[in-house]
């Protein structure tokens, strides 16, 4: 099945994230500093779309990572490549950025650890749904990692290029902000994501997806109309929906007849005196699908009575 969108991929090589992440370290070590200041250490006059998806693909090889709201550091990972112990840990790490991302890792065993032609590559791709403008990146990405690879002679190393969470403490006092391990990008329809702008994150709390473009650039969030850029967002969990807006069918007593062949799906409380129940008909259980079309429909009555 073609997906929605591209799932997240880095936009460049290894090779040229490692000269970034380089410029970082040199300033600032590994402490922690906002993405406005990460930006500008790498060439950026501040925050921007392009800035974004640069720390993004930093932070898919597993250079960088979130160190609290609105921060970023870099990784053990980059600190064994930049400045290893050994030669044996440096071409380990090499390996585990390399394969970090999960497209380079799915790749990686479909053709079994060997380098596959750029056409079989391009050719799998398309197989998987990868939108057009993502081909390109992806494919000459890997090649270049898989040639840059033989090059330093990392597969001698015998690491098997798994990615690994960097279990190290955070800085941040509050753990709530702190989310190891998440990258920007890669939001569906359906899920549950955090959008951060400027260093600042802009939901009090994660909001579901209810639109992706087709090229998987932009996206919106329920009980809103603004667009925002992929590049700023991250998947989240769900947030935890407050006890008094979830009611059990046997709590509730209502003299609704439900219309045979129908089941009750979904009931919330919406207001003090209020209460929405959704019925539905057919085969199968309502999924992603069916809540975006439903989502659409409230969208043009709430536009029709606010008219």
């Not at 720390?55 to 709201?69: D, F, P, Q, S, V």
């Not at 925002?228 to 979830?246: D, F, H, N």
Request: without cysteine.
């Amino acid at each position: 099945m073609t997906r929605p969108q591209s799932p997240g991929y880095p936009n460049f090589p290894l090779e040229k994230a490692l000269d970034l992440v380089k410029g970082i370290f040199a300033a600032d070590r590994r402490s922690a500093i906002d993405r406005e200041t990460a930006a500008k250490h790498i060439g950026y006059g501040g925050l921007s779309g392009a800035a974004d998806k640069t720390l993004a693909t930093l932070a898919h090889y597993g250079l960088l990572e979130r160190a609290g709201k609105g921060q970023t550091k870099v990784t053990q990972t980059a600190i064994d490549i930049l400045h290893p112990d050994s030669e044996e840990d440096r071409r380990a790490a090499l390996m585990e950025a390399a394969f970090a991302p999960a497209v380079f890792e799915q790749i990686k065993n479909r053709f079994d650890g060997g380098k596959p032609s750029e056409a079989a590559l391009r050719s799998w791709l398309v197989r998987e749904g990868f939108l057009d403008r993502a081909i390109g990146p992806v494919a000459k990405s890997y090649m270049e990692n898989y040639q840059f690879l033989e090059q330093e002679k990392a597969f001698e190393s015998g690491g098997d290029g798994a990615a690994k969470v960097s279990e190290s403490p955070m800085p941040d006092s509050d753990p709530s902000l702190v989310r190891p391990g998440s990258t920007f990008g890669g939001a569906a329809v359906g899920d549950f994501v955090q959008w951060e702008s400027q260093g600042v994150l802009q939901f009090q709390s994660p909001k579901r997806v209810r639109w992706v473009s087709d090229d998987g650039t932009w996206l919106a969030v329920e009980g809103s109309d603004t667009g925002m850029p992929m590049e700023q967002v991250t998947v989240e969990s769900a947030p935890k929906m407050p006890p008094q807006m979830i009611i059990p069918p046997q709590e509730v007593k209502h003299d609704t007849k439900i219309e045979k062949g129908f089941s009750e799906w979904f009931r919330a409380k919406v207001g003090p005196d209020k209460l929405v129940t959704i019925n539905f008909k057919g085969e199968g259980e309502i999924g992603p699908r069916e809540i975006e079309k439903m989502i659409k429909v409230l969208e043009a009555q709430r536009l029709a009575l606010e008219d």
